[in-house]
């Protein structure tokens, strides 16, 4: 079993910075991936940043530049720093390991994974 526990959420102006952490424990790091993941009020969950087990990094388009993923193997640990916030990026930002997709109800592709966390908000006013 895994537990994921998010910090470092809060309410910030746009165009300020944020570095949120997760604190992993359990069977961690078995050859997964661990990835950031927000959902802002009537979204759909998605991907912000992945890293892979060989510290393999990917963005989603909206952040590229501006957010950097990193993982702490000996302290167990997952950061996303966040720079030059957007009011749009408003939402609840959640850790997961053993990421990927799976089919919804609705024919289309929702991510998945084995582990999440139970997020930590984030609010970016104008």
């Known amino acids: 079993q895994v537990q994921l526990v998010e910090s470092g959420g809060g309410s910030v102006q746009a165009g300020e910075s944020l570095k949120l952490t997760c604190a992993a424990s359990?069977?961690?790091?078995?050859?997964?991936?661990m990835g950031w993941y927000r959902q802002a009020p009537g979204k759909e969950r998605e991907v912000v940043a992945k890293i892979s087990y060989a510290d393999k990094t990917e963005y989603t388009d909206s952040v590229k530049g501006r957010d950097a993923i990193s993982l702490n193997s000996a302290k167990n640990t997952l950061y996303l720093q966040m720079n030059s916030l957007k009011t749009e990026e408003t939402a609840k930002y959640y850790c997961a390991e053993c990421t990927g997709y799976e089919l919804n109800s609705a024919g289309g592709l929702s991510v998945r994974a084995d582990y999440w966390g139970k997020g930590t908000l984030v609010t970016v006013s104008s």
């Open positions: 359990g069977d961690i790091f078995k050859g997964c991936d």
